[in-house]
């Protein structure tokens, strides 16, 4: 059972930046995706931005604003989300135990840490 332990959430004003990590109890990526998804209230999860091997993949509304990484032990994941905007306003969560292909359902995710709350003030 793999564990996610997501931190880094908080609230900023509307340009600003935040630096979420997501730190796993074992190996987790490589040929399996990983990622970050979110929800609003609401709203469904929706992915955000996913790792798969050396490719990432990103949502359109994050595009050229987010940035999915992972260190080189492939136990840590992290998001760099600049220029937020309120509608970036959402729980974040760290996914892994996907699959060998892309896929942005929720539910072909099998872990998945608590969340944190990102708030973004206009």
């Known amino acids: 059972q793999l564990q996610l332990v997501e931190s880094g959430g908080g609230s900023v004003q509307a340009g600003g930046s935040l630096r979420l990590s997501c730190v796993t109890s074992?190996?987790?990526?490589?040929?399996?995706?990983a990622g970050w998804f979110r929800q609003a209230p609401g709203k469904e999860r929706e992915g955000v931005a996913l790792?798969?091997?050396?490719?990432?993949f990103y949502a359109d509304s994050v595009k050229g604003r987010f940035t999915i990484s992972q260190d080189d032990n492939k136990k840590s994941l992290y998001l760099q989300m600049n220029n937020l905007e309120p509608d970036d306003t959402a729980v974040y969560y760290c996914?892994?135990?996907?699959?060998?292909?892309?896929?942005?359902?929720?539910?072909?995710?099998?872990?998945w840490g608590q969340g944190t709350q990102v708030t973004v003030s206009s």
């Open positions: 996914a892994a135990g996907g699959p060998t292909y892309l896929t942005w359902f929720a539910t072909d995710f099998k872990y």
């Open positions: 074992g190996y987790f990526g490589g040929y399996y995706i």
């Open positions: 790792a798969l091997g050396r490719n990432t």
